[in-house]
C-alpha cells in the first residue's frame, strides 16, 4: 500500500492506495500516531483503496478515537463499503460517498 | 342359406326311398318274370307230355290223320281241353319234313274257339315260317333241349311260344308243339304285383316318415335350434346370464338343455369372478404402484451427503415389493449431520404410508432440536396414539458433531451399527423396543467420540438375510469380514457401499432378493487427509503466497477478495496470537466453492467458538473485528484440533 498526504491548513487528507491489509497496516497506523496537535479534521481519500482488512479497519477506529470523531472517509467503492457494514463501523464512521 | 336337420334328413330320406323303389320295382319285375316263366315251363312241360300221351294213344290206336273221323275230332277236342285245362291260348302241332325242312301244320287249336279248325285255317293262324330249321327246332331235334322257348312275336303274333318236340313213338313225326299264350297277362300280372308289393308299402313307409319328421322337428330339430340360438346369443354377451332354457324332456335333448343351462349359469359366475379378480389386481398394481412412487419419493436410491469433515453415502435396493426400508441423511440448522436407518413392518400402500409418517415425525423432531432418543421417545408416542394397523417400525438414529466428533445415537429395536474404524465392530446402543408397540420403548441417548477417520455402518435386515442359492443367508459375520478388509479412500463412505454391495450380489449367485435392503455409511473425514498442506512460514507476510494461490484458483473478483480477508484474519490471529512455530495451508475450489484450510501447532483456538462474542465499538481497535469478518465472509467454517494443531476450514461461496 502507498500513502499520500495533503495538508490544507487545519485539515489533512490522506489517499490511500491499494491493498490495507494486516502486512500494510501499520504504515497508516504510524501516521496517525504521528498527527500532530494542529491537524483538527482528518480525511481519508478511499478511491484507489482496492482491499481492506480488520487490521486497517482497526486504524480507522484508532484514527476516528484520536480525532474525537474528526475522521471522514472519502469515495468509498462498495467492496470496501462491504466490510465496513460487516463490522458494523458505518454506525460510528462518518462516512461521504 | 343354413341347412335345416330336417330338410336335410328329408332329402336323405327321399332318396333313399327312390332307389328302394327302384330296387324293388326292378327286382320285382325280374323275379316275377322268372317265376312266371318257370310256371309257364312247367305247365308247357305238362302241356308236352299230355299231348304227346295224346298222340302216342292217337296214333296206336289209329294211324288214319283223317280229321273228319271220330278219333280225329276226338283227338281235336282233347288238344282243346288241355289248351284250357293248361291255360294256354293256343295250341298247335306242327311237323317237319327232314328232307325239305319245310313245316307242315297238323292240328291247332284255340282256347275260346269251340269249333273244330281244319289244319289249312290253323296254317292261316299260325303261319309258319319257312326258313329252314332254327336252332332251337336243331336243339329239340338233337335232344339238347325237351322245350325251348321263343319270343318270336314277329312270327308268332299272340305272344310268347314255347315249342316242345313230342317224342312220339313210331314212324310219324317229328311233331312239334307249339304253346301260345297272351303277353298282356304276363305284363298285366307284373303291374298288379307292383301296385301291392312295391309302391302300397313305400307310400305307407313315405307316411310313417312323414310323421316322423314332423315329429323329429318337433322333439329334436327345434329345441336344438332353440338351443344353438340361445348358444348364438350367450357367446355374444357372456357375462349376463341368459333365462334358463324351458326344455323338460327326459331325453338327451332335455339333458343338453339341463347342461346348458348350468353350463351358462357357471361360465357367467365364472367370468364375472374373472372380472373381479382382473379389478383386483389392476388396483393392487396402482396400489403398489403408488406405494413405489411414496417411497422412491421420500427414500431416493442413492444420496450422498458430504463436506471437508464428513462424508455420507445411502442407497437403497428395492426388491420386487415395496419394502418399509428407509434411511434419511440432512444437516441440522447448527452443522451436526443427522442419519437415520429404520425397517416398518408393513409391506405395500400401508407400509410406505406409515414409514412416510414416521420419517417426517422423527425429521420434524431432530430439526427442532431434540436428541436422538427424545426424537424417537416422542414419535413413539405419537404413534401409540393412532396406529389402528398396529405397524411398528425399528430406527437407528445418530446426529455427529463433526466438528467435535461428538455421535449422539438411540436404538428403537434396529439392526446394530457397525463401528469402522482400525477394523469393524458391532457397536451395541442400549437398544429400546421399536416405535409403535409399547407405552415405554426405553430408548436411551448414548454418546461417543467419533474420531476423524472413523465411520458408522448401519443396514436393514436384508443385507444379512440375502440368501445364496443354497438358501443360506450372508449373515453378520460375513458382514464384518468384508467391511475389515475395505480400504480407506478419498471417499470411504462410498468405497464401503459399493464394496458391500458388491459383495453381497457375488454371495447371492443371481438370486433374485426377497426381501429390500437399505445401506448408509458416515466418515468422519480427517481435513487433513483431503490433499498436501503446503507450509508457510508464520509470519503476516505469508499472505503474499496466499493471495497468489487464491488468486489463482479464482482470478482478482470481489469474492475472492472477500475470501482473502477472512484468510488474511486467520493468518493474523495465527502469526500474532497463537504462538505457532509451524504453518500450512491448502486450498482448493469445487464449482463455486473455495475450500481453505489452515493447520498450526499453536495453542488450541476454536474462532467459530469465538464468533459470538460481541465488543462495544470503542474496544474494536484493539481486535475482534477479523473473527467477524471470518464469520460474514465465510460461508462455513470449522474448528477441529488434530494430532496437536489446530485445522480450521474455511469454505466461501464464489
Redesign the interface.
Known sequence: MTLEKKRQGETLELKLNGWL???SSPILAEEIGALDEGVTSLVIDCSAL??????G???L??AH?KMDGALTLRHVSN?IM??IN????Y??LHIEA | MKERLSRRITAYFLIILVVTILFSVTWNDYSTRRSIIEMEKSLAEGCSRAITALLEHYYRSDSNEDASSESSFFLWNAVRNFCRGFNQDALYIYTVDPGSSGRRMLLAVLSEETDVIPPDRGAELFPLPDHPLTAEESALLSGRESLVRIDWRKGFARGALWISLLPVSGDAGPFFLGMEYSLGLEDGQILSDFWADILLPNIALGVAFLVMILMFRKRVAMPIRLISDRMKRFSRNSSKLPEPLEIHSRDEIGEIASSFNAMTKEITSYIANIEKLTKERVEINVQMDIARRIQNGLVPEKRVLKDEAFCVSAMTRPAKAVGGDFYDCFRLKDGAVCILMGDVSGKGITGALFMAVIKTMIREKLALGLSPAQALNSTNEQLLLQNPEGLFATVFVAILDQRTGDLRYANAGHTRPVLLGNGARFLTPDTGIALGLFDDAGILDEHMLLSPGQGLFLYTDGLPDALNAQRLPFGTDRLLAALREIPRGPDPAETVLQRICAEVDAYREGVEPFDDMALLTLFRSSPLSGGELCPLPVSLSSFQAIKKAVFALTGDTPAAKKALLACDEALTNIVQYSGASRLAFRCSRQGDKLCVVFSDDGIPFDPTAAFSQEKPFEQLDSGGMGLILIRQTASETRYVREDGMNVFTLAFSL
Do not use: C, N
Open positions: 491489509d494486516t502486512e482496492e482491499y481492506i482488512s480488520s487490521a479497519l482497526r486504524q477506529v484508532a478515537k467492496e462491504d466490510i460487516m463490522t458494523g463501523l454506525k460510528k
